[in-house]
């Protein structure tokens, strides 16, 4: 029996794998000889190919952002809330296009991958990647599609500060950006954050120096670790006060160690054993040192006024009250710079109390907002 997918669905969406074989030099100072990128579509590309919207994904995240794989999944993608007919990101109007980046699990070349030099999985030989080379290979993405310019770029977390490098290093290319929940770069404490999530994988005993895949295992414990961590900096105290508080998981104190007693507890094992399920742990690492390199001021002595002279895109800022991973203060910090450039900038601040996981929900504040400005992009574009 066919499922009876709502109105504002995508529906069943299949991936497409693109093979490249220029080959991609890195800021490493290595290349990737020929690559993979998987990526996604969601609407239809008009005539004047003036409607196409990128999706940058954030830190777990991958190309399958909104819709269903078959008429079975039970869960659609992990932006099905923004994407599709009628909703901020209007199938009916845009071209929609979300990628895995390089590095990921989900299908583009990454430590999963058979490299073609050696004939065996990268593993921890995969070189570490950094926001601008992904910016790259999407832009090679672009080319491939015949997509001269993007009516917008859009991402959360660390999907914000890809948009924000697209408007640097191919600025004639954005006509918007769209920057929810993310910061011009990581603070001291979100890259100490980063720093014990990848000790905990690197210190388990399973993780065999990141050549796990030849032992047959996974480094499980410290994968689990290291998404329970990340998971806290998620939330805010009020959204777990208010979903978990101290209640016990049985009604009562086992007085020992061996088992979750409170429900905090409990949800953060949940989500930490789900995650090794259907994350590499290589993957991890590299996707966390991409977060904590990212820092285009560095070029132009640390002034993000300097480095946002000659951006051209228009700016969508989006921040949210409860985040405290990455701050409504440090979406202000790429606002001010705007406007001390003279360049179109909108900011909107929402009251969420969801933490920094609210860029991903259905807030009605927020939706009515993102609608409102895509709206004004699907009018430039004559869609």
Not at 61 to 70: K, L, M, N, R, V
Request: hydrophobic share 40%; with cysteine.
């Amino acid at each position: 029996m066919s499922k009876n997918f709502p109105a504002d669905s995508v529906g069943v969406v299949k991936p497409t794998v693109q093979h490249f074989t220029d080959p991609l030099m890195l800021d490493c100072g290595r290349a990737l000889a020929e690559y993979d990128l998987i990526y996604e579509t969601y609407g239809k590309l008009n005539e004047q190919r003036s409607n196409a919207i990128l999706i940058c994904h954030a830190l777990s995240g991958d190309h399958h952002a909104a819709g269903f794989h078959s008429e079975e999944d039970k869960k659609p993608g992990w932006w099905d809330s923004a994407i599709g007919p009628n909703k901020p990101i209007d199938t009916n109007q845009f071209f929609v296009v979300c990628l895995n980046n390089l590095g990921g699990c989900k299908g583009s070349t990454g430590p999963v991958s058979i490299n073609p030099l050696t004939g065996k999985l990268y593993g921890p030989t995969f070189p570490i990647v950094t926001v601008r080379d992904w910016v790259e290979s999407q832009a090679r993405l672009a080319d491939t599609l015949g997509i001269s310019k993007w009516a917008a770029v859009i991402g959360g977390s660390l999907g914000g500060m890809q948009t924000l490098q697209w408007t640097l290093q191919y600025p004639e290319r954005v006509s918007h950006a769209l920057v929810i929940a993310a910061a011009p770069r990581l603070s001291a404490q979100n890259i100490a954050f980063n720093e014990v999530a990848r000790q905990a994988i690197l210190s388990d005993p399973e993780f065999y120096k990141g050549r796990y895949y030849e032992h047959n295992t996974v480094p499980r414990r410290g994968l689990m670790l290291a998404r329970m961590i990340g998971h806290i900096t998620y939330l805010s105290d009020e959204a777990m006060r208010a979903k978990f508080g101290r209640e016990l998981k049985e009604g009562k104190l086992n007085f020992g160690f061996d088992e979750a007693e409170f429900q905090v507890e409990s949800y953060l094992h949940y989500q930490g054993r789900s995650f090794v399920g259907r994350f590499d742990a290589n993957t991890y690492l590299l996707m966390t040192k991409a977060l904590d390199y990212f820092d285009p001021a560095r070029e132009f002595n640390h002034d993000l006024v300097k480095t946002l002279a000659n951006v051209q895109a228009k700016f969508m800022v989006i921040s949210f009250t409860s985040d405290w991973r990455f701050s409504p203060e440090r979406s202000r910090e790429i606002v001010q710079a705007l406007l001390r450039n003279r360049k179109s900038v909108n900011y909107a601040e929402i009251n969420a109390n969801q933490g920094h996981d609210a860029f991903l929900m259905p807030i009605p504040d927020y939706m009515a907002i993102f609608h409102a400005y895509m709206q004004q992009v699907a009018k430039e574009v004559n869609v």
